[in-house]
């Protein structure tokens, strides 16, 4: 029982550890003003991160979504000019739907394991946007209406934070409360036994992918908003960091059990990070060291609390 | 697979090498449409690039083969191919190679600690590290690119040895000593019982951690010398090289036949399928195709491998399976 | 009595197999009938023609009087046929409810949310059916192999299959759980379910089933009311000839004492346990399901730590703490666990084979192993031990149970050890495998080998030993020799009602 609370609530303490940490060593960064920032650069993150909590529940890796990500930005790039930000979107979220379902059905028809199947299709939809985009960058210039995404606010609270809370309520409602969400963990679990026990196995692995996709089209046009331009080359990377907040979150890697909650968690701890050693005026590549050993710190912890509580000598 | 399981007689066979005949047969292929591939330099070139790959690949089908990958390779590469191209200078090639080599071994052994030693599953102590070597990578060189003054260097990833590319020479005795090593020696053996089944390895008396944390030594040992040959053929390293190898290196496992579940593999199919990429990849750039275009068509033929090579869902069942199993013993 | 299932002519061929060659009989409704034979019978293939696994290649199937097609899982339940398999189709991350129902979960009308509370009570209704006590929302990971086990009944019993088909369903259960199953088996029989067991303890068969079905080689032998017949007589159908000495008579023992073991304790596991062992004596380990043997046995040999006390081997204190040092000092390990555990499936039968002495079968100090020496060890022990197998390159996978488990004896054998310790050897291998293995165990204790043997067959476990120990809750309740051992005082040791020592001899 307690190792099952340990799992669940780890991030929790990792987080208000570091937050604490930190707010130590700078101040600044438990000011109003910098927790409305660190959210809403969380979002681009751990928007896309909700979805993968489905797939790494579910079994599976999307290891595609950095290209779906590049290719989103590319789709407003070059038609936001063109037919408006309400259009384009609508336009990238089709494409998405279809990349997710696309898939879904290599892993579902040609039998191929989620891991090497979408590292394939990473390459060909990186392939896909740079040939859309001739590989040059698609800036907009003007109909800066997408910046609603970055600036914009609702009542004063900040567009993207507004759908990382919304996306994050509607992961957890269905994760929790909808016979999807049970299918998902069933086939994490045990895909065989799903099979026989008459779950619509193929169904929920690639509505699975159509929503990893989904979320993945959100979060690409809150970086179109921010970078105002389309490039086939972003999101190198960015299925890594959606995984690590994933894992770090609390979702069993080996499926069946999944933390939504966690996740969000674990994104905006590596926010935090980012974002504290960003205040402490560290330049750019210490981050990314520093992120990679809390990561690790953080995941020997767990190892070593699991192995404590699985006495075998 | 057979159904009884027994081997196939003679030398070579279509289940066994199925690869070779892919490579023959996209070389027949080429030949007959395309005038350049009726000249043998194309072929020194495309055993030339196979290595860049391939030597790294040996490692990793030792990784593969005992159930673990490694996902830092890419990051690693960068570390390595920047610390081989400063010290060559001052340490000459023997010792250069020498050196590179320990060195990937040594950032190989960190990776295994982690693995085998704080039981972090390597899916994810691998992704870490892929982090961390290349932001390593870019503190020391302060993201800018460093070069070699000795012209000789570049001999090791752009000359030729009796007729033969030099890297491709390190391939083939690379690939030589390490089939010796995994087929003749207790030490090989050990790495396929360990794929095979963890427990049944732990009763027989293999010190399991040991092992495991020696193999992803090698891959990094092999991941140093391919970037010895990798910074020799481009004068020179960066941080920001060759992004996405491991996922190539993979790859090239993978279409050989090693199966992700561990277990079982080889090294000269590996090396096959290292050719086969390369082949592809010259092919595109002599039929001019798109550079774009031409990410699509390895994605799709990288589908079309997968599919066919038996890495199927029950595979992968049976793989999160046994690293469950791993991970309680 | 109207029949439930109606098999004719059914045969089927896998490429080199004749797995099954014209099998018919009938299974009357209401029944339970079990269904025996050899590995490699026929029976877990008829199994899986009727689970919808396989199809036939000849032969028709008529469920409850009509034609039937199964041709996957879904068209099997449909026609109301459920298959318990030993490995159970169960998702361990999820409740015990959510298993059951998992493919027609309760909504709430016309949105898709889960009803929980409903779903509970309808869970505790089908459980209450089999007077079954288990919280809906437990998580399957954490039931035990018997719960689970009923969890797949409830299972079978929500999706109303009429027939429930049993593939050995007391492997991995204590007595109590039998008694539990059998219980529960009768209820379903009063509920007009028709039961299908395959199982290969004759014991069990006389004790629930009304007839029996005998398969031998794929071909069908006979069908007879389990009241007019006798376990002999089965399995004299099942063998095809008279099995003389079913049980060979135990080895003398005396020798020097190979194993000692001295206050032996793991908190939680055993406690103070002391014994010795002599050189060609076999020794038994009696004892109930989670008496504490299995750790016992992996103690001796170092998968896992001891708090107090010692181990001698040949007199001497030994530090056993890895198989390593065990393997050193001679002891063998084989497990019951063959899949997992015994086995290294896709390496070859040679592989298998050698890999505990490859240092010794190498040159160049240890670096290369000799291949011809490599082959002379596998022929050795394929005579010794009558292995079979199409190549020595075979991968190990696609033998039987049986040749396996010689295989996995055979390497523990290589080691020269001198002490050997069996853990449930013979489960799951059919009579004729299960006859050779005891053959076996008394030549290598006349050879001078010391074996402890732990088997949860009794009659196997007295006949083949020299002398028995019962432990109970993980304390040494018996210690019987010569005419001492006996089924009832065994009984009663492995239950704590009594403690019983032999005059040493």
């Known amino acids: ?313 | 697979m057979a159904e009884t399981g027994k081997p196939r007689a003679g030398l070579i066979n279509a289940r066994e090498h199925g690869i070779l005949l892919a490579v023959l047969l996209f070389w027949a292929v080429c030949a007959a449409t395309n005038g350049m591939f009726r000249d043998l330099s194309t072929y020194s070139s495309i055993l030339r690039e196979s290595s860049f790959v391939g030597v790294a690949a040996i490692g990793m089908t030792f990784c593969i083969i005992s159930g673990d990958f490694d996902l830092s390779v890419g990051s690693m590469l960068s570390l390595l191919g920047i610390a081989v191209v400063a010290m060559v200078g001052k340490t000459g090639l023997f010792l250069g190679t020498l050196a590179v080599t320990l060195l990937g071994a040594l950032c190989g052994t960190f990776n295994g600690l982690l693995v085998a030693g704080l039981r972090i599953p390597a899916f994810i102590a691998t992704l870490a590290m892929y982090y961390i070597y290349r932001a390593l990578a870019y503190i020391v060189t302060n993201g800018n690119p460093v070069q070699f003054q000795e012209p000789w260097f570049t001999e090791v990833g752009n000359g030729s040895l009796a007729g033969v590319p030099t890297p491709f020479v390190f391939f083939l005795v690379l690939v030589a000593a390490g089939t010796f090593l995994l087929r003749k020696t207790p030490f090989g053996r050990s790495i396929l019982a360990i794929g095979n089944s963890a427990r049944a390895s732990q009763i027989s008396g293999i010190r399991i951690a040991r092992v495991r944390v020696f193999i992803f030594a090698l891959v990094g040992a092999f991941t140093g010398i391919a970037a010895m040959l990798i910074s020799s053929r481009m004068w020179s390293a960066n941080s920001g090289m060759k992004i996405g190898y491991e996922f190539d290196v993979i790859a090239a496992v993978v279409l050989g036949g090693t199966s992700l579940a561990g277990g079982k593999g080889s090294l000269v199919n590996t090396l096959f399928a290292s050719i086969f990429f390369a082949s592809l990849n010259t092919a595109m750039n002599m039929f001019h195709v798109n550079s774009f275009m031409q990410r699509v068509v390895i994605g799709i033929v990288l589908l079309f491998a997968f599919s066919l090579s038996g890495v199927r869902a029950f595979i992968s069942e049976r793989l999160r399976l046994k690293r469950e199993r791993a991970l309680e013993t | 009595m109207p029949t439930a299932i109606d098999i004719r002519n059914v045969t089927k061929t896998f490429p080199g197999v004749a797995a099954l060659t014209d099998v018919s009989f009938a299974v009357r409704s209401g029944e339970v009938h079990a269904v025996v034979g050899e590995n490699g019978a026929g029976k877990s293939t008829l199994m899986k023609i009727l689970g919808g696994v396989y199809q036939p290649d000849r032969g028709e199937i008529d469920i409850g009087g009509k034609r039937a097609h199964i041709r996957s899982v879904r068209d099997a339940v449909d026609h109301g046929i459920s298959v318990i398999y030993q490995e159970f189709n169960l998702m361990p991350e999820l409740t015990v409810a959510e298993n059951i129902f998992a493919a027609d979960l309760p909504t709430v009308p016309f949105l898709p949310l889960v009803r929980r509370g409903h779903l509970a009570e309808r869970t505790e209704a089908l459980l209450r059916r089999l007077a079954l006590e288990l919280p809906p929302s437990a998580y399957v990971k954490n039931l035990s192999v018997s719960q689970r086990q009923m969890v797949e009944i409830a299972k079978a019993l929500h999706q109303d299959s009429s027939i429930l088909i049993m593939d050995e369903p007391t492997a991995a259960l204590t007595a109590a759980e039998v008694d539990t199953l059998y219980r529960i088996i009768r209820t379903l029989k009063a509920a007009g379910k028709t039961i299908l067991y395959i199982s290969h303890r004759l014991k069990e068969i006389f004790d629930v089933a009304d007839r029996v079905t005998v398969l031998r080689d794929g071909r069908y032998v006979g069908t007879e009311a389990v009241s007019s017949i006798t376990q002999d007589a089965v399995v004299r159908m099942m063998v095809g000839r008279d099995v003389q000495h079913f049980y060979p008579s135990a080895a003398s023992s005396g020798g020097e004492v190979a194993l000692e073991v001295r206050n032996l304790t793991r908190r939680g596991a055993f406690e103070d346990i002391t014994f010795t062992v002599r050189k060609g004596e076999v020794l038994g380990l009696a004892g109930l399901m989670g008496s504490g043997r299995e750790e016992l046995m992996k103690a001796l040999y170092g998968l896992l730590a001891c708090d107090a006390g010692e181990i001698l081997v040949g007199g001497r204190a030994a530090g056993i703490r890895s198989p390593r040092d065990a393997i050193a000092l001679g002891l063998g390990f084989v497990t019951e666990d063959r899949k997992e555990a015994g086995i290294f499936p896709l390496m070859s039968v040679k592989e298998n084979v050698s890999l505990n002495v490859l240092r010794r079968l190498s040159g160049f100090g240890g670096l290369s192993i000799d291949a011809r020496r490599e082959r002379a060890l596998l022929a050795d022990y394929a005579t010794f031990l009558n292995l079979r197998y199409a190549s020595e390159d075979q991968a190990i996978m696609y033998l039987s149970g049986g040749n396996q488990q010689k295989i996995v004896l055979a390497r523990a054998l290589a080691a020269e050890c001198g002490i050997l310790l069996l853990l449930e050897p013979t489960r799951g291998i059919d009579v004729g495998a299960k006859a050779e293995i005891y053959h076996l165990i008394g030549e290598l204790s006349r050879k001078g080998i010391a074996i402890i043997l732990v088997s949860s067959d009794l009659p196997e476990l007295m006949s083949v030993s020299s002398r028995v120990l019962v432990i109970w809750q993980g304390k040494l309740t018996g210690d019987l020799g010569g005419s001492d051992v006996d089924e009832t005082t065994i009984m009663q040791c492995a239950t704590g009602s009594r403690r019983f020592t032999s005059e040493k001899s």
Not at chain 1, 105 to 111: A, S
């Open chain 1, 1 to 313: 029982m307690l190792g099952r609370i340990w799992e669940d609530y780890f991030i929790y303490l990792v987080a208000a550890v570091t937050l604490a940490v930190f707010g130590l060593l700078t101040p600044n960064i438990l000011s109003a003003a910098n927790v409305v920032n660190l959210l809403t650069n969380a979002a681009t993150v751990a928007i896309a991160a909700a979805g993968m909590t489905f797939a790494i529940t579910g079994g599976g890796f999307d290891l595609s979504i950095g290209s779906t990500l590049a290719l989103t930005t590319c789709i407003l790039g070059k038609l936001v000019p063109r037919m408006g930000v309400g259009a384009a979107f609508a336009v990238a979220l089709a494409v998405g739907a279809v990349l997710g379902t696309l898939n879904g059905l290599i892993i579902t028809k040609f039998k191929i394991q989620t891991f090497v199947a979408t590292l394939s299709t990473l390459i060909i939809y990186r392939g896909l946007a740079l040939i859309y985009t001739e590989g040059r960058d698609a800036t907009l210039y003007a109909n800066l209406g997408i910046k609603v995404f970055t600036s914009g606010d609702i009542a004063g609270l900040p567009v993207p934070v507004l759908l990382m809370a919304m996306v994050f309520l509607v992961a957890l409602g269905v994760y929790r409360l909808t016979p999807f969400g049970v299918r998902v963990r069933s086939i994490g679990s045990n895909l065989a036994a799903s099979r026989i026990s008459g779950i619509p196995v193929d169904q929920t692995i690639i509505a699975i992918f159509v929503i990893t996709a989904v979320t993945t089209v959100i979060s690409g046009t809150l970086l179109t908003s921010q970078l105002l331009t389309g490039n086939g080359r972003v999101g190198q990377g960015f299925e890594l960091e959606a995984i690590t907040a994933t894992i770090l979150g609390g979702t069993s890697l080996t499926g069946g059990k999944g933390n939504v909650l966690g996740t969000l968690v674990a994104a905006l701890l590596l926010t935090i990070i980012a974002n504290g050693l960003n205040l402490l005026g560290l330049p750019d590549q210490y981050q990314r060291l520093a992120k990679g050993l809390i990561f690790i710190a953080a995941l020997a912890l767990d190892s070593l609390g699991r192995a404590l509580r699985h006495r075998r000598t």
